[in-house]
């Protein structure tokens, strides 16, 4: 009788650590990345140009150029993770100590909205179940 009951509890130990596996919430990481640049101008220069023209009259032009620009560029990258929650659920259910006579229940659960969820179970008395759980 022991020796059932600790099998019953190291399979249902294995089969929770394999369906955790399967089915733990995945984490979702995002990154977002923010760009800045900043544009200076700092090179002027300033020609001036004197033109003589053949009736003798003189003009003065003064023509100023921007030449040099400089980018300046800031890069911030942060690391958003975000825990995605489980939708489905196992369960595996009896109604006595393992043994002779003892009823097992398998059943799924799926949350469809916030808190509620449908229910399916069958268990080896050959009985069928559906139902709506809600999650408080």
Do not use: C
Request: glycine letters at 6%.
């Amino acid at each position: 009788m022991i020796k059932q009951i600790a099998v019953s509890l190291v399979v249902g130990a294995v089969i929770g650590a394999l369906i955790h596996a399967k089915y733990a919430a995945p984490v979702i990481e995002t990154k977002v990345e923010t760009k800045e640049v900043e544009v200076v101008r700092n090179n002027i220069i300033t020609r001036t140009v004197e033109v003589t023209r053949p009736d003798g009259t003189k003009e003065v032009q003064v023509v100023t150029e921007d030449r040099t620009v400089r980018k300046d560029t800031n890069t911030v990258s942060e690391s958003v993770k975000e825990v995605k929650p489980k939708n489905w659920r196992v369960l595996l259910l009896t109604n006595s100590l393992p043994g002779p006579g003892s009823v097992y229940t398998l059943g799924v659960e799926y949350r469809f909205l916030g808190p509620l969820s449908a229910v399916g179970t069958v268990n080896t008395d050959r009985q069928f179940n559906i139902g709506l759980s809600y999650e408080f």
